[in-house]
Nanobody, 116 residues
Framework: QVQLVESGGGVVRTGGSLRLSCAASGIIFRFNVMCWYRQAPGKQRELVAGIGRSGRTNYADSVKVRFTISRDITENTLFLQMNSLKPEGTAIYYC??????????WGHGTQVTVSS
């Protein structure tokens, strides 16, 4: 069965870095569109970054250059390297998988808090 488990969140000061991980079971990442979303309290869930089956990446304008999405095919793990973090980056970050156009999976999220 499919399970996505995020890790790596925590508290960091402005300008600091964190690396989030998403470990998957039940699906093979290289056959899926994989994304990182985030949601702050009272806000809509926002797409942060995505990576396609071919490895093509896409980023929200607000995180371009500072964030990098990647995957380890051998370990079936998705990563989000976050550098130069800003207070507006405070949110719960979610791992997302889209194996087909009609099937999707979500992790339970990991909290990132960026202090001023």
């Amino acid at each position: 069965q499919v399970q996505l488990v995020e890790s790596g969140g925590g508290v960091v000061r402005t300008g600091g870095s964190l690396r989030l991980s998403c470990a998957a079971s039940g699906i093979i990442f290289r056959f899926n569109v994989m994304c990182w979303y985030r949601q702050a309290p009272g806000k809509q869930r926002e797409l942060v970054a995505g990576i396609g089956r071919s490895g093509r990446t896409n980023y929200a304008d607000s995180v371009k250059v500072r964030f990098t999405i990647s995957r380890d095919i051998t370990e079936n793990t998705l990563f989000l390297q976050m550098n130069s973090l800003k207070p507006e980056g405070t949110a719960i970050y979610y791992c997302y998988a889209l194996p087909t156009t009609t099937t999707e999976y979500w992790g339970h999220g990991t909290q990132v808090t960026v202090s001023s």
